[in-house]
């Protein structure tokens, strides 16, 4: 059996990186989420070329959760598996993320914010994975029973007892990422990253001055679902293909891919071209525009849609023309 060996130009490629807001901690500015094609269902060796592939192209960022799957907690397994057959050399190169907050077993203690559910997720979760530490500990959403206090203390106490380096929330509007950061900052563990869905037809973040709060509280901020899952690509261009996520119509339902966003979409991809970049490649780098955003986290089918996706970097700024022609079509 070959034993991988990572790129010794990995770091001399075109992949940036960022500072967490006013932390220590550099992230890519592309990430790699394990949301979709890591779980229980599919092919482990496909799975081994992805994290390989990008860890070879400076991806040094692999983001999961308690329940990523379809079967929850095996992702975590598979990329357990992976880290510590091949990448265990490599792990003080790597950041590791996972998160608590959805249902994962029966009874009153298996999902949102509790204490009990939280420190328990967590221990599964490096037991999973058979880490010592995880480097982000997410909530993974808020939890409209548990007081605050206890959720953001949990997170905390993950962190002082070294089975997480760093606080991480998801899914947090404004208001309660600065009421979450200051109870973290309380604890003595500042508040890191915030972790929220936005693309160009999702884009309730602005309006609710989310990254002015990160920055006021001094976190980083990182997006996912930054192609809408596909419609931000030409994937859908010539109808929904078979096997597609649409198909499946668990996160993505077909009724979402309208007439109205499949024309914005292909108006943006002629821009695309014009710039000499993909559709996709476009949105990824409008999601890191003007250096608001740390870092966008891409999913992917196979180790050619990451290599694809990192070219992103070649190419992040925009004129002022090229944004408002953005949003002309966009309206």
Same mark, same amino acid.
């Given at each position: 059996?070959?034993?991988?060996?990572?790129?010794?130009?990995?770091?001399?490629?075109?992949?940036?990186?960022?500072?967490?807001?006013?932390?220590?901690?550099?992230?890519?500015?592309?990430?790699?989420?394990?949301?979709?094609?890591?779980?229980?269902?599919?092919?482990?060796?496909?799975?081994?070329?992805?994290?390989?592939?990008?860890?070879?192209?400076?991806?040094?960022?692999?983001?999961?959760? *308690?329940?990523?799957?379809?079967?929850?907690?095996?992702?975590?397994?598979?990329?357990?598996?992976?880290?510590?057959?091949?990448?265990?050399?490599?792990?003080?190169?790597?950041?590791?993320?996972?998160?608590?907050?959805?249902?994962?077993?029966? #009874?009153?203690?298996?999902?949102?914010?509790?204490?009990?559910?939280?420190?328990?997720?967590?221990?599964?979760?490096?037991?999973?994975?058979?880490?010592?530490?995880?480097?982000?500990?997410?909530?993974?959403?808020?939890?409209?029973?548990?007081?605050?206090?206890?959720?953001?203390?949990?997170?905390?106490?993950?962190?002082?007892?070294?089975?997480?380096?760093?606080?991480?929330?998801?899914?947090?509007?404004?208001?309660?990422?600065?009421?979450?950061?200051?109870?973290?900052?309380?604890?003595?563990?500042?508040?890191?990253?915030?972790?929220?869905?936005?693309?160009?037809?999702?884009?309730?973040?602005?309006?609710?001055?989310?990254?002015?709060?990160?920055?006021?509280? #001094?976190?980083?901020?990182?997006?996912?679902?930054?192609?809408?899952?596909?419609?931000?690509?030409?994937?859908?261009? *010539?109808?929904?293909?078979?096997?597609?996520?649409?198909?499946?119509?668990?996160?993505?339902?077909?009724?979402?891919?309208?007439?109205?966003?499949?024309?914005?979409?292909?108006?943006?991809?002629?821009?695309?071209?014009?710039?000499?970049?993909?559709?996709?490649?476009?949105?990824?780098?409008?999601?890191?525009?003007?250096?608001?955003?740390?870092?966008?986290?891409?999913?992917?089918?196979?180790?050619?849609?990451?290599?694809?996706?990192?070219?992103?970097?070649?190419?992040? *700024?925009?004129?002022?023309?090229?944004? *408002?022609?953005?949003?002309?079509?966009?309206?």
């Amino acid at each position: 059996m070959s034993v991988y060996l990572a790129d010794s130009k990995r770091y001399e490629g075109t992949m940036e990186y960022q500072r967490c807001g006013k932390s220590g901690l550099k992230l890519p500015r592309i990430s790699l989420g394990l949301w979709h094609n890591f779980g229980s269902v599919d092919d482990f060796e496909n799975q081994k070329k992805m994290i390989f592939k990008a860890f070879d192209l400076g991806i040094t960022h692999f983001d999961l959760a *308690n329940n990523y799957g379809p079967e929850p907690g095996s992702a975590e397994e598979n990329f357990g598996r992976i880290i510590n057959q091949e990448l265990k050399s490599y792990r003080d190169e790597i950041i590791v993320s996972t998160k608590a907050g959805y249902g994962m077993w029966p #009874g009153p203690y298996g999902d949102f914010g509790s204490r009990k559910y939280l420190i328990a997720s967590l221990n599964q979760s490096l037991k999973r994975m058979n880490l010592e530490y995880v480097d982000i500990f997410y909530h993974h959403r808020p939890d409209p029973e548990t007081p605050l206090e206890e959720t953001m203390s949990a997170v905390s106490d993950s962190i002082k007892c070294g089975k997480a380096l760093y606080a991480g929330i998801s899914n947090y509007h404004a208001e309660d990422t600065k009421k979450a950061a200051a109870l973290l900052k309380a604890n003595g563990t500042p508040l890191l990253i915030n972790q929220f869905r936005y693309n160009m037809f999702d884009r309730w973040s602005e309006e609710d001055g989310l990254l002015d709060a990160l920055d006021e509280v #001094g976190a980083g901020s990182i997006t996912f679902s930054p192609l809408a899952q596909g419609i931000l690509s030409t994937k859908y261009f *010539n109808g929904i293909p078979e096997n597609s996520r649409a198909t499946r119509g668990v996160f993505l339902k077909k009724e979402f891919i309208t007439e109205e966003k499949i024309s914005k979409a292909k108006k943006l991809n002629e821009m695309a071209l014009d710039r000499g970049q993909s559709l996709s490649q476009m949105a990824l780098a409008w999601n890191l525009r003007k250096n608001r955003v740390t870092s966008v986290l891409i999913g992917a089918h196979n180790p050619e849609q990451i290599e694809e996706n990192v070219k992103t970097v070649q190419k992040l *700024n925009f004129t002022d023309s090229e944004l *408002n022609e953005i949003e002309a079509i966009l309206k």
